[in-house]
Nanobody
Framework: QVQVVESGGGLVQPGGSLRLSCIAS????????MGWYRQAPGKQRELVAI???????NYADSVKGRFTIARDNAKNTVYLQMNSLKPEDTAVYYC?????????WGQGTQVTVSS
């Protein structure tokens, strides 16, 4: 059984920062990619940032220069540092872990950017 658990969401003012964390535990190893997706009300889930096991990272254009993804392969954890947050970043953020035998999602953490 595999569990993916996010933490770190909350309410922040525009221009503020938040750091999301995610850990994958259970019967999972050699995770190929770990990343973050988000879904705003009435919109489809979209990629925010993803990082492979060899360190390559990809970001959505809308977050480049503001968000940074970091990963600890040994601990099966991934982080998302979000700076200069905007109201349009408001969404539920989901962590994803992908390995040879499956693709797993967390339950999501709410990020709200509002004054």
């Amino acid at each position: 059984q595999v569990q993916v658990v996010e933490s770190g969401g909350g309410l922040v003012q525009p221009g503020g920062s938040l750091r999301l964390s995610c850990i994958a535990s259970g019967s999972i190893s050699n995770i190929r990619t770990m990343g973050w997706y988000r879904q705003a009300p009435g919109k489809q889930r979209e990629l925010v940032a993803i990082k492979t096991s060899d360190g390559s990272a990809n970001y959505a254009d809308s977050v480049k220069g503001r968000f940074t993804i970091a990963r600890d392969n040994a601990k099966n954890t991934v982080y998302l540092q979000m700076n200069s947050l905007k109201p349009e970043d408001t969404a539920v953020y989901y962590c994803n872990a992908n390995w040879l035998f499956g693709n797993y999602w967390g339950q999501g953490t709410q990020v709200t950017v509002s004054s």
